[in-house]
């Protein structure tokens, strides 16, 4: 794996004179896995440089009608062409993110400030692009990182591409014996980092303590602070090496910043080095230390009882230092590892849950369909809940989103139809969820561009859907409702053979059998002898609306009135009919439970595999079940567990022959219900949903 690295173009990769930046990029690197193909890329005119795998970027700074930064990132992309970076990692310059985009790489920003103040990161619609260009944006501070979300939708929030990584430094052991009477004040001497009032608290301070002295490192050509006092040296500019030097001999450090510090170099280093750390409680200074004092009031009165306190109380005083130590966690070592991780699984195929480590792992699961909870229990018994209990089995988190109830309650005249709604309601779920998997039944109004949202801030999460209804010639507009979001689908299934419905092959579409559900089909019709009634058969004029529609009719009720005249002597009970309503849930049940043999007629011609659930409700519950043998479900049965039929005639024969011969009857019915339980039954279905969609090696399921 090659890594490139491109620093600010300000930025010196040098000992001479280093930024926060070169620092950590150092640091971090000499101490990656992948050091000896990370290459680190900047502009400085020192000669020195800190590591050998540095490229340096020549600029023309005399031309001022010329942008440094278009150049800048312009020779960067000429001279990546020969080292082919798989990752290239941008340092604090989103503006640089838009030019480099085109490479064929993955990109990831490093925000060292704040990012509302910077080029290319200010408005929401620049931050909602790099999280749609850049595979992973860090932060220095959770600080940071909520300044990046600030105005955001709460689906950014959760983003997985989002990381905080503090800076950090290396650790040594200090004999806090040996510290000084020293208070230590690192950075540039302006107002904004706290410096006047750090003089004005540190004068009275050694007024009254003529033991103690001061350091002061850093300047500001900008802004003049004087402070003076024959036991406060002023340094200027120091290298680094020679601030932790002073660092390990100082006992308080200081680090009163007024302006949010995105971070806070200064105390991470002084916390590193044993030293007793007063901070501000400004942006990311928190996040520095584990121990420690916090201003939460800034003025230079506070800041001189800070330090009065610790100089009077040698016990707390020492008691931070020891800690500061102890507890020190932000070291090279454990960020460099943080940094390797998400390097390693940038590169891995298909993020944290690939193919090797899904197998035995407990996903998380949002389950997106008609769950029918407006119509009270009438539709309880269907293919979504039964596919639900399967992955419950299973031992999979399902989250349950049922989007027909969903727009059906949030209608308004501004969205008419609840879609608008449903598709936020969605986004916010899945911030707050985060499901490994989304699974989608019928979920027609959940938009494209939804799904499309979710893959870019998402990109870990699978997406797939589930179809039940009939897609051949005389009902295109399923197959249209079906392809609707096919391009974005990891893998789709539907209960019609794929094969015979001409899809194009570039799809994973498979044939999902209806699933059978052990809570569902509790009958065993197969047992018994007495019934009410030989033949059921039932079907509607629409599942959601439930009842008859006037002057509507089905051609199946020509082929049942045909069947009834060849066989006088069989007891029907039909519904959805002859003006006989529709039957549903328990009514269903108990009409069943009165039944030797369940007639599955499906509408218009035979489809290859094609059947209604209701397939699944009659086999299920121990009815013998007939069936067009041109649905060629005997691929799936033999002769003695289901019934195949050719015509009416031959329909009339074998419904005679089975209504007065029990033995047989039962005997075949239990056969046909044993095997679907078997091969058919919920877990095995939501099982081959899950396996070929992270297309997991298994052994061949029965229907395939």
């Not at 491109?6 to 950590?24: D, H, I, M, R, T």
């Not at 080095?273 to 942006?283: D, E, K, P, T, Y």
């Not at 399923?478 to 094969?499: G, Q």
């Not at 691929?635 to 011969?661: A, H, M």
Request: glycine share 4%; hydrophobic share 35%; aromatic share 12%.
């Amino acid at each position: 794996m090659n890594i490139s690295i491109l620093l600010p173009y300000k930025e010196n990769y040098s000992p001479e004179y280093p930024g926060a930046v070169s620092l950590f990029v150092h640091a971090t690197t000499k101490l990656s896995n992948y050091k000896k193909n990370i290459f680190v890329y900047g502009n400085t005119d020192l000669k020195e440089k800190l590591s050998d795998k540095y490229i340096n970027i020549p600029l023309d700074k005399n031309n001022l009608f010329k942008s440094q930064s278009k150049e800048y990132v312009s020779k960067f992309i000429k001279l990546h062409l020969d080292k082919r970076a798989d990752i290239v990692e941008i340092h604090n310059r989103p503006n640089y993110v838009n030019l480099i985009k085109k490479i064929d790489t993955k990109i990831v920003l490093y925000f060292h400030n704040d990012p509302i103040s910077m080029v290319g990161s200010k408005g929401t619609i620049e931050r909602i692009r790099l999280l749609s260009v850049c595979e992973k944006i860090i932060f220095n501070s959770e600080w940071s990182k909520q300044r990046f979300l600030k105005d955001l939708k709460s689906i950014y929030h959760k983003s997985h591409k989002l990381e905080v990584i503090h800076q950090s430094i290396n650790k040594e052991k200090i004999d806090i014996s040996k510290k000084l009477n020293l208070i230590t004040f690192v950075g540039k001497l302006n107002s904004a980092k706290g410096y006047d009032l750090f003089g004005d608290a540190i004068i009275k301070i050694l007024n009254q303590y003529s033991q103690w002295r001061a350091v002061v490192i850093g300047d500001e050509p900008r802004e003049k602070l004087n402070f003076k006092h024959t036991r406060l040296k002023l340094l200027g500019f120091q290298n680094h090496s020679k601030v932790l030097e002073i660092f390990k001999k100082t006992s308080i450090a200081v680090a009163c910043s007024r302006w949010e510090e995105p971070f806070g170099r200064t105390s991470l280093e002084a916390s590193s080095r044993g030293c007793a750390v007063i901070i501000s409680n400004r942006g990311g200074l928190p996040e520095t230390i584990t121990n420690g004092v916090i201003i939460r009031n800034l003025n230079s009165k506070n800041v001189y009882n800070s330090i009065n306190e610790l100089i009077k109380n040698k016990s707390k005083r020492t008691t931070l230092q020891k800690l500061s130590l102890k507890n020190f966690y932000l070291t090279d070592t454990y960020i460099s590892k943080k940094i390797d991780f998400y390097r390693s699984k940038l590169i891995i195929t298909n993020s944290v849950f690939n193919v090797k480590n899904i197998i035995n792992t407990k996903l998380k699961i949002l389950h997106v369909t008609n769950f029918n909870e407006r119509h009270n229990g009438r539709l309880f018994y269907n293919t979504g809940k039964r596919i639900n209990n399967g992955l419950i089995r299973l031992g999979h988190s399902v989250l349950e989103f049922s989007d027909r109830d969903i727009v059906s309650y949030y209608r308004s005249i501004k969205d008419l139809n609840g879609s608008k709604k449903l598709n936020d309601k969605l986004i916010e779920v899945i911030s707050n969820y985060v499901p490994n998997i989304i699974i989608l039944g019928h979920a027609d109004l959940i938009k494209f561009e939804t799904l499309k949202f979710i893959k870019k801030n998402y990109p870990q999460i699978k997406i797939v859907q589930w179809f039940l209804d009939r897609m051949d010639s005389k009902w295109a507009v399923n197959k249209k409702r079906f392809l609707d979001k096919i391009e974005i689908m990891d893998a789709s299934f539907c209960t019609t053979d794929p094969k015979s419905l001409n899809f194009p092959i570039k799809y994973n579409i498979f044939f999902m059998p209806n699933p059978v559900d052990e809570s569902f089909e509790r009958l065993h019709n197969y047992k018994y002898t007495n019934f009410n009634n030989d033949v059921f058969f039932a079907m509607s004029h629409g599942v959601h609306r439930g009842v008859l529609k006037s002057g509507k009719f089905d051609e199946r009720e020509n082929f049942i009135n045909k069947l009834m005249k060849k066989t006088p002597n069989i007891r029907f009970d039909l519904y959805g009919m002859n003006n006989k309503q529709p039957i549903w849930a328990d009514n269903f049940i108990n009409a069943i439970s009165q039944c030797k043999i369940g007639l599955n007629l499906s509408q218009g011609s035979a489809a290859k595999y094609y059947s209604s659930d209701r397939f699944t409700q009659l086999i299920g519950n121990g009815l013998l079940v007939m069936i067009d043998e041109k649905t060629r479900f005997g691929d799936f049965f033999k002769k003695d567990e289901i019934i195949l039929y050719k015509n009416t005639n031959d329909l009339s024969e074998q419904i005679e022959q089975y209504s007065n011969n029990d033995n047989l009857r039962k005997k075949t019915a239990k056969k046909g219900r044993d095997k679907y339980f078997k091969y058919f039954n919920s877990t095995v279905i939501a099982d081959f949903i899950i396996k070929k969609t992270f297309t997991i090696k298994h052994k061949k399921f029965y229907w395939e």
